[in-house]
């Protein structure tokens, strides 16, 4: 797969303090073992790791091996078109949220496991390479690489694992005696959330996140890109756009899908306005002759 990337600004890369052991930091550049901290990456998954949404290929699985009906597979399939096009929301993520608990519940952890080689057949061709070559050019300059995804915690130690990336970080759900219980194990990876996740991420491993990269499209992951000192921004959506050239952070374009999706939209949408419009003078016209 090849992508060109359009950056609007580039970040000035900081040096490395390279691999270091410490199990708390002071957050003002050391552990308190005396041992200095490093920099670390942060990359968001959906749109930004990958083109799309990872979510649709989960379910898509899952409707294979029969654990969906295919009108959930359809409503999945739109609002994967919808995110690709608008980007996330508060209310569509809680409600994702929701219906994939309610999905998992009573299911066994193996069952769900046993889904991953489906997942990982969609999702593996729909990594941005641009964004690979990324991480792991942080991972060569000695700063860990993680995904920090609202996705299930299952779906980011899967591609963590399978990318050589250092870790991931996703949503936990709750299990009692190898079943999924379909409730939450943890707060949500979402919003102020991933902000949690980084911190105490930071605290056992010794980063220093002022002097760490962030990686993401969706203005609901503002709280991630500010706890950061280097934020960079991946196919943006129109707030997170605007920010991001406010603060001057740099801006990669990649999803060349979803711009050609946009601008198809919308002459779909001038097309029927133009219908409309030759319907009503062709029934005006029609009524004109009628009463000559």
């Known amino acids: 797969m090849k992508e060109s990337a359009e950056t609007e600004r580039m970040a000035e890369p900081t040096d490395s303090t390279g691999p270091t052991e410490s199990t708390e930091s002071t957050g003002i550049g050391r552990s308190l073992a005396g041992a200095p901290l490093r920099a670390a990456a942060f990359f968001d998954l959906d749109k930004t790791l990958m083109a799309g949404s990872s979510g649709i290929f989960f379910a898509r699985a899952a409707y294979e091996t029969g654990m969906i009906s295919r009108r959930r597979l359809v409503r999945d399939v739109y609002e994967n078109l919808r995110f690709r096009l608008r980007g996330s929301t508060d209310d569509r993520a809680d409600e994702v949220r929701r219906r994939v608990g309610e999905m998992i519940a009573g299911v066994p952890v193996r069952e769900l496991a046993r889904l991953s080689p489906r997942v990982l057949a969609g999702v593996l061709p729909r990594l ?56 939450a194990a943890g707060p949500f990876n979402y919003r102020e959330g991933k902000v949690v996740s980084m911190r105490e991420l930071a605290e056992c491993a010794g980063l220093d996140l002022q002097d760490s990269y962030a990686y993401s499209d969706s203005e609901s992951d ?21 920010i991001a050239g406010e603060e001057g952070w740099e801006i990669v374009h990649l999803d060349r899908l979803g711009r050609r999706l946009k601008i198809l939209a919308g002459l779909a949408g001038a097309a029927a306005l133009t219908g409309l419009g030759g319907l009503a003078r062709g029934h005006v016209g029609a009524r004109v002759q009628a009463r000559q």
Do not use: K
Not at 146 to 166: G, K
């Open 222 to 242: 503002l709280p991630m890109l500010r706890a950061v000192g280097h934020p960079v921004v991946v196919n943006p959506d129109a707030d997170l756009r605007r």
């Open 128 to 183: 941005y390479p641009h964004m690979l070559q990324r991480a792991y050019e942080h991972q060569d300059a000695g700063r860990p690489v993680y995904i920090l995804t609202a996705a299930s915690q299952e779906m980011a130690d899967l591609l963590a694992h399978v990318l050589a990336f250092d870790g991931g970080l996703g949503s936990r759900s709750e299990i009692v005696d190898g079943r999924y219980t379909g409730r």
